[in-house]
């Protein structure tokens, strides 16, 4: 009954995100950036065709959640977060940076909820 209420509410978010229906939300990450992510994730997880399974429904549930667009943003974000210097120390402090990164994270916690 969760999950149907999470698959719900998944649906009626990504039905109003930009016009976009679910189909479309699906399919705006490109396949380079969905093997990356599972490459990255079966390194962490293990390289069972288990994990396998589990790390393509994670990325799957993170597309019908949050745009490409805005992942790639905050990948970027903690990409640069990882630097030094103060140039950098923005992306570490500066709310859009955070709610960028947040948005990130939300999505990643929810299929690993839902996958794993």
Known sequence: ?????????????????????????????????????????????????????????????????????KYVEAETVLSLQQGSGEQLAMYKTAVVSQTMVAELRRAQAEAEMLCF
Do not use: W
């Open 1 to 69: 009954m969760k999950r149907l209420l999470i698959g719900l509410a998944l649906a009626l978010a990504a039905g109003s995100a930009g016009g976009q229906g679910m189909p479309e939300r699906l399919n705006d990450y490109p396949t380079e950036a969905r093997t990356d992510y599972v490459f990255g994730c079966m390194a962490t997880n293990g390289q069972t065709r288990e994990v396998l399974r589990k790390c393509a429904c994670s990325i799957d549930i993170i597309a019908s959640i949050l745009p490409y667009e």
